[in-house]
Nanobody, 124 residues
Framework: QVQLVESGGGLVQTGDSLRLSCAAS????????MGWFRQAPGKEREFVAA??????DYADSVKGRFTISRDGAKNTVYLQMTSLKPEDTAVYYC???????????????????WGQGTQVTVSS
């Protein structure tokens, strides 16, 4: 069983940066796809970014501003967010795909494990 714990959320101003962390309790190998999603009030959960080995994928809305990375030794995935906008305000969730070797995907249903989420609020 894998448990994911997010941290690093908070209240920031437009243009600020923030780094989210996702620590996995079980062993997640570099070939396990890890992803970040977000959900704003009244909206569906949406894909933000994913990583498998060195391959990455980003939603168009965050491309060029957000960077996903992972530290295999620490079993941790990061989401570095820069140039934050009010529309980035949401609860951010970390997710993991269980099948080793399963590729990058933007579909939430394809992820087997989820964290509890961390709130990011960007004030204008």
């Amino acid at each position: 069983q894998v448990q994911l714990v997010e941290s690093g959320g908070g209240l920031v101003q437009t243009g600020d940066s923030l780094r989210l962390s996702c620590a996995a309790s079980g062993r997640m190998l570099n070939r396990n796809t890890m992803g970040w999603f977000r959900q704003a009030p009244g909206k569906e959960r949406e894909f933000v970014a994913a990583i498998r080995w060195s391959d990455t994928d980003y939603a168009d809305s965050v491309k060029g501003r957000f960077t996903i990375s992972r530290d295999g030794a620490k079993n941790t995935v990061y989401l570095q967010m820069t140039s934050l906008k009010p529309e980035d305000t949401a609860v951010y969730y970390c997710a993991a795909r269980s099948p080793v070797g399963a590729g990058l995907t933007r579909r939430p249903a394809a992820y087997d494990y989820w964290g509890q989420g961390t709130q990011v609020t960007v004030s204008s």
